[in-house]
């Protein structure tokens, strides 16, 4: 399956008009109303980030973009096939996505993805209200998702044989002495080190964190700045990551997942890449332990 980025993501809101503030104030986005819900623009796209009202507040759908209709179709006729459960998109979905035709499958541990192919826009300039000159997305797509995967290897070689991701590489997280998660990194059509990583538990938002990447550290200190003024939880102080050298902080969203704003992600060359386990999240920084506190951890060793 051909998936080049991905394209948006859609979270459930019980109150939308949190996600408007949130998006605006906090993130640098620009928010608008869309038929059945909430857009947060950050560039020339009608949304790259979808708000549904829903019964919770949680994340909802990854969409990932085929480049034209042929690969779409292709798409679905390999899901056919392959005998994969799939769903098509209700016209209220497709119209609040922007897109000319979607389907959806879950995936073994439950999570939601969406293929889906064309975008709708006018086209209008992004204007930032915070004043984020741009965000990094294009062919590199919006960012990346870590998932909950309780099953991580049927989810893996799920997303690997019939969404045809590749594993970029991967980590053995340890919160706590006697806690061993592995992380997998996954990759699509483009040189985003990652635009998804596999996350072996169960959290109950529907996502461990979202990443948006602007262009500059000065963005990210001064969103760093809009974090504070805001009142919004700090999850993770300033650091650099190990695997894909993103400089970075965390904070919790409205969503009950954090967000992570970075900049200088580095782009693969898939052909000359080899596969590696890193033994540290991060080259520098990048303290949990200021938004992952003592209870949270002893419960953890508890469940252990």
């Given at each position: 399956?051909?998936?080049?980025?991905?394209?948006?993501v859609?979270?459930?809101?019980?109150?939308?008009?949190?996600?408007?503030?949130?998006?605006?104030?906090v993130?640098?986005?620009?928010?608008?109303d869309l038929?059945?819900?909430?857009?947060?623009?950050?560039?020339?796209?009608?949304?790259?980030?979808f708000?549904?009202?829903?019964?919770?507040?949680?994340?909802?759908a990854?969409?990932?973009?085929?480049?034209?209709?042929?690969?779409?179709?292709?798409?679905?006729?390999?899901?056919?096939?392959?005998?994969?459960?799939?769903?098509?998109?209700?016209?209220?979905?497709?119209?609040l996505?922007?897109?000319?035709?979607?389907?959806?499958?879950?995936?073994?541990?439950?999570?939601?993805?969406?293929?889906?192919w064309?975008y709708?826009?006018?086209?209008?300039?992004f204007?930032?209200?915070?004043?984020?000159?741009?965000?990094?997305?294009?062919?590199?797509?919006?960012?990346?998702?870590?998932?909950?995967?309780?099953?991580i290897?049927?989810?893996?070689?799920?997303?690997?044989?019939?969404?045809?991701?590749?594993?970029?590489?991967?980590?053995?997280?340890?919160?706590?002495?006697?806690?061993?998660?592995?992380?997998?990194?996954?990759?699509?059509?483009?040189?985003?080190?990652?635009?998804?990583?596999l996350?072996?538990?169960?959290?109950?938002?529907?996502?461990?964190?979202?990443?948006?990447?602007?262009?500059?550290?000065?963005?990210?200190?001064?969103?760093?700045?809009?974090?504070?003024?805001s009142?919004?939880?700090?999850?993770?102080?300033?650091?650099?990551?190990?695997?894909?050298?993103?400089t970075?902080?965390?904070?919790?969203?409205p969503?009950?997942?954090?967000?992570?704003?970075?900049?200088?992600?580095?782009?693969?060359?898939?052909?000359?890449?080899?596969?590696?386990?890193?033994?540290?999240?991060?080259?520098?920084?990048?303290?949990?332990?200021v938004?992952?506190?003592?209870?949270?951890?002893?419960?953890?060793?508890?469940?252990?």
């Open positions: 399956m051909d998936i080049a980025a991905l394209g948006y859609v979270v459930q809101a019980r109150d939308p008009e949190q996600w408007r503030h949130f998006g605006q104030d993130l640098g986005m620009a928010a608008h038929p059945g819900g909430l857009g947060l623009k950050m560039d020339e796209r009608a949304g790259r980030v708000i549904a009202p829903g019964a919770a507040d949680c994340y909802f990854s969409g990932w973009e085929l480049r034209s209709e042929a690969a779409f179709k292709a798409a679905c006729d390999q899901l056919k096939s392959s005998g994969i459960v799939f769903h098509a998109g209700t016209a209220a979905e497709i119209a996505r922007h897109v000319f035709d979607m389907v959806w499958l879950l995936d073994p541990s439950g999570n939601r993805h969406e293929l889906a064309g709708q826009t006018d086209f209008a300039r204007v930032s209200p915070a004043g984020v000159p741009r965000f990094v997305t294009g062919e590199l797509g919006l960012g990346h998702m870590v998932l909950p995967a309780p099953r290897a049927a989810t893996r070689t799920f997303l690997m044989e019939v969404l045809g991701f590749g594993l970029s590489d991967i980590l053995i997280h340890r919160p706590v002495p006697g806690i061993a998660q592995r992380i997998d990194f996954m990759h699509c059509g483009n040189g985003r080190h990652h635009s998804l990583a996350f072996e538990g169960e959290v109950p938002s529907g996502c461990v964190h979202l990443m948006f990447e602007v262009d500059s550290l000065d963005e990210v200190g001064r969103a760093y700045d809009r974090m504070l003024a009142g919004v939880r700090l999850m993770a102080t300033l650091g650099k990551h190990a695997n894909d050298h993103m970075s902080f965390y904070f919790m969203s969503g009950g997942f954090a967000i992570e704003y970075g900049f200088g992600g580095r782009t693969i060359d898939w052909d000359h890449h080899t596969v590696f386990e890193s033994t540290s999240v991060s080259l520098w920084g990048h303290d949990f332990s938004g992952f506190g003592a209870d949270e951890q002893a419960a953890l060793a508890d469940a252990a």
